[in-house]
């Protein structure tokens, strides 16, 4: 970073003052770099809260949603109200030579967000407003919240299946649910965003301006061009949708695993599904349970003829089928496991008095995108692996979930989000009862999920959704983005030159 942008905030008897940077006029002053952060001056130019490891409160500031990164010790966290502060974190930081961390939901499964120097943290940037014909959402909002904002007035974002997930990781990666196949990925709804670069200049991004920056938000993840602090949204009009739940005993995975992507891939779009096969425990012996569930946005009758269909391509009945017509707001929240709480309660535990979501100890996962079904050559294959190597105590699952429809009718560059032809993603999870699991209980996970992704690496596409963030994974450039990687740096470049945002994972 060249000695011209770089500053320190600096206290004085008679206040703070301000200079420009770039055309910014923020709560600085020149100085030369100490040895010692400031971190006083810092607290006193934000108007939201900075937590430091001597602060009462700080264990939880640091907390993402999976416990596993709990021993990542950041020197701070900045938990930003507005882009005002946003805008002096990222100067700070780089005066004083800081790593910087973004964090919206806490959800990034590589724990890229956080790290050991200064988080900056967007929740509290959570309001919702509705206009007209559009939504503007902060970058903070999590799911439950816009729920609950929303389901009222007969509107729906183009949301996920996690009811703590912030809007700013969530959307920047791409974003899908259960209204993905016909309505398309969350970040095709984007019309405009408020972006902070590192430079410190807070622009506003859209087709009209900013335009290479627009393009890369929509599927260039988070955490790489600058910090989005709000999104302007078209909204979804819907009030109300049919959830479904069958099940099957695990000797039917394979089958139900095999009919059922080909009837999701045929399906209406209004068909939103996914599959869980899985065990609390794989001690020897172990037997999954089959869970095929989704939402469908139509009768109960019209699901029914779909669920028949599906039932006889299984060749095995469900041992049990179920059925609901419900609002919009309360089908949700039955996804969410939040039927029996409030939307103050259906939040990560510690975060707000109120909130009971529990939050995730040891958990790995490995996936990748399919285009076309697996054949019976490769179902084979995929539980095979599933059942090999049983060891008690470990949580073991194949995920599914299922793409497609209007997702796909978008041209695979013209956004960020290549992923245009994917019909489904499939992927193995192991989790651990205790966020510090032993070493050698840490290598039979990643063996075990390293032999699953093997295992159906073949018959994919050869790309993973870069929101199921894949640490172990050397190709990630071309998993996640394939041909729009080149482009990417290119922007990268232009935005961020010094490559201040990075992280493992990180463009440039």
Same mark, same amino acid.
């Given at each position: ?14 206040? /703070? ?11 600085? /002053? ?11 001056? %810092?607290?006193?130019c934000l108007d ?26 950041? #020197? ?13 974190? *990222? ?34 940037? +959570? ?9 503007? @959402? ?18 729906? %974002? ?7 997930v912030g809007a ?26 408020? *972006?902070? %670069?590192?430079?410190?200049?807070? *622009?506003?991004?859209? $087709? #009209? $301006? $900013? ?5 890369? @938000? ?5 955490? +790489?061009? !600058? *910090?989005?602090?709000?999104? $302007?949204?078209?909204?979804?009009? @819907? ?32 068909? !939103?599904?996914?599959?869980?096969? =899985? ?23 019209? %699901?029914? /003829? ?17 059925? =609901? ?19 103050? #309660? ?55 979930? !299922?793409?497609?429809?209007?997702? +796909? ?41 390293? +032999? ?11 790309e993973t959704y =870069? ?42």
């Open positions: 970073m060249s000695v011209s942008r770089r500053f320190v905030l600096k206290a004085a008897a008679t206040g /703070v003052a301000s200079v420009a940077l770039g055309g910014v006029m923020s709560p600085l /002053v020149w100085a030369a770099s100490t040895s010692t952060v400031p971190w006083s001056v %810092l607290r006193a939201g809260d900075l937590v430091l490891p001597a602060d009462p409160g700080y264990d939880q500031a640091k907390q993402l949603a999976g416990a596993q990164y709990d021993g990542i010790s950041p #020197q701070a966290v900045a938990f930003c109200t507005s882009a005002d502060d946003v805008r002096t974190c *990222v100067l700070f930081a780089q005066d004083n030579d800081l790593p910087v961390a973004l964090r919206s939901g806490g959800h990034s499964p590589g724990g890229f967000s956080t790290g050991t120097g200064l988080v900056v943290d967007v929740s509290r940037m +959570n309001s919702v407003s509705v206009g007209t014909g559009t939504v503007t @959402i902060g970058a903070g909002v999590q799911q439950v919240d816009a729920l609950a904002a929303l389901a009222p007035q007969g509107l729906a %974002l183009a949301g996920g299946l996690c009811p703590t700013a990781g969530f959307i920047q990666g791409g974003g899908f649910g259960w209204l993905t196949r016909r309505y398309g990925m969350a970040c095709d709804h984007l019309v405009s965003a408020q *972006v902070v %670069l590192a430079n410190g200049c807070v *622009v506003t991004c859209s $087709e #009209q $301006e $900013e335009s290479d920056l627009f393009w890369a @938000i929509r599927g260039g993840c988070g955490g +790489n061009f !600058g *910090v989005v602090t709000s999104f $302007e949204v078209t909204p979804i009009q @819907i009030t109300r949708l049919v959830n479904f739940t069958l099940t099957w005993p695990g000797a039917n995975a394979g089958d139900v695993l095999a009919a059922w992507q080909d009837w999701m891939i045929d399906g209406p779009v209004e068909l !939103g599904s996914g599959i869980s096969i =899985q065990t609390a425990d794989a001690a020897p012996g172990f037997v999954p349970q089959v869970i095929m569930f989704g939402a469908w946005q139509g009768t109960t009758a019209s %699901l029914d /003829v779909l669920l028949d269909a599906l039932v006889t391509a299984v060749g095995a009945a469900p041992s049990t089928r179920t059925v =609901q017509d419900l609002t919009y707001r309360d089908a949700m929240m039955q996804r969410y496991n939040c039927s029996d709480k409030t939307v103050e #309660q259906c939040h990560r535990v510690g975060t707000s008095p109120a909130a009971v979501l529990p939050r995730f100890n040891y958990l790995a996962e490995r996936g990748r995108m399919f285009s076309a079904a697996i054949p019976a050559t490769g179902i084979s294959a995929i539980m095979a692996a599933y059942a090999a190597d049983p060891v008690a105590g470990h949580s073991r699952a194949i995920h599914v979930a !299922g793409f497609g429809g209007e997702a +796909n009718a978008v041209a695979r560059t013209a956004t960020a989000y290549v992923h245009r032809d994917a019909e489904f993603t499939l992927s193995f999870s192991d989790g651990l009862p205790t966020s510090t699991p032993s070493a050698s209980d840490q290598a039979v996970t990643l063996d075990w999920v390293g +032999n699953g992704f093997t295992a159906l690496d073949p018959y994919s596409n050869g =870069q929101n199921f963030t894949d640490k172990y994974l050397d190709s990630w450039r071309s998993a996640y983005y394939a041909e729009n990687y080149p482009r990417l740096v290119t922007v990268k470049q232009s935005y961020d030159p010094h490559r201040f945002f990075t992280y493992a994972q990180a463009v440039g």
